[in-house]
């Protein structure tokens, strides 16, 4: 099993459409989430940091739930601007001290 | 301005040959990561480093080499033992642990002709 295991996709969509994504992972120890997105052979970019408590930065919201072990990202009223690949990744401190990334799940928003 | 620079932005090597692909930042960051991406695939750790002068394998090291002497500079050395060198590598660093956020550079695209 991965330890972080995400839906490939592609999720192709309309503009103004809502989508979700889900990832989830496989070590009850991990201590930090965060998504990433990244853009057609460019760097991944921090989207944002998950909490226990979920936030939303404008359109983005994300969700953590630390007892299913798994994480979500919700996209409202989607913009061609956001068609990317959404990486889940997660920090386990598991003696080797850095993050683990998914496979990210494509985004394609469609006019 | 701060930030992770990566040089070459484009890199052919033949095969047989060591290349040294650079990474600095000026953040101020002590870890510092190198992964080597391929298509359509996720990001693999090939070392990271938490502070000058130490650094640690990743799941994919062999084939690879890196130095920490300044806290601002991490190179990565693919050597001729890597059999298939062909990828997008990416350096990455974070102010502190492992579990930190991570901030890139925009990477190297390595061919092997």
């Known amino acids: 099993r991965k330890e972080v295991e995400q839906d490939p996709g592609p999720f192709n969509v309309p503009e103004g459409a809502t989508v979700a994504f889900n990832c989830t992972y496989s070590?009850?120890?991990?201590?930090?989430f965060f998504w990433y997105r990244q853009d057609c052979r460019k760097e991944p970019k921090l989207l944002m940091s998950?909490?226990?408590s979920g936030n939303e930065d404008g359109r983005f919201t994300a969700q953590l739930n630390r007892a299913s072990q798994y994480i979500s990202l919700l996209i409202r009223d989607s913009k061609l601007s956001d068609s990317a690949t959404y990486l889940c990744?997660?920090?386990?401190?598991?003696?080797?001290?850095?993050?683990?990334f998914g496979s990210g799940t494509r985004l394609q928003v469609q006019p | 301005d701060g930030g992770i620079t990566q040089s070459p932005k484009y890199l052919f090597r033949k095969e047989g040959q060591n290349v040294t692909l650079s990474c600095e930042q000026n953040?101020?960051?002590?870890?510092m990561y190198w992964y080597r991406q391929d298509p359509g695939q996720g990001l693999r750790l090939i070392y990271y480093?938490?502070?000058?002068?130490?650094?640690q394998k990743g799941d994919i090291a062999e084939g690879y080499s890196v130095s920490r002497e300044k806290k601002e500079s991490f190179p990565l050395t693919v050597t001729s033992a890597q059999k298939n060198p062909t990828a997008f590598y990416l350096c990455?660093?974070?102010?502190?642990?492992?579990?930190?956020?991570?901030?890139f550079g925009p990477g190297t695209r390595l061919t092997v002709l």
């Open positions: 990455a660093s974070s102010p502190g642990p492992g579990t930190d956020t991570q901030y």
């Open positions: 070590n009850s120890a991990s201590q930090s």
């Open positions: 998950v909490y226990s």
């Open positions: 990744v997660v920090g386990m401190d598991t003696g080797r001290r850095a993050l683990t």
């Open positions: 953040l101020n960051h002590d870890a």
């Open positions: 480093s938490q502070i000058v002068n130490d650094f």
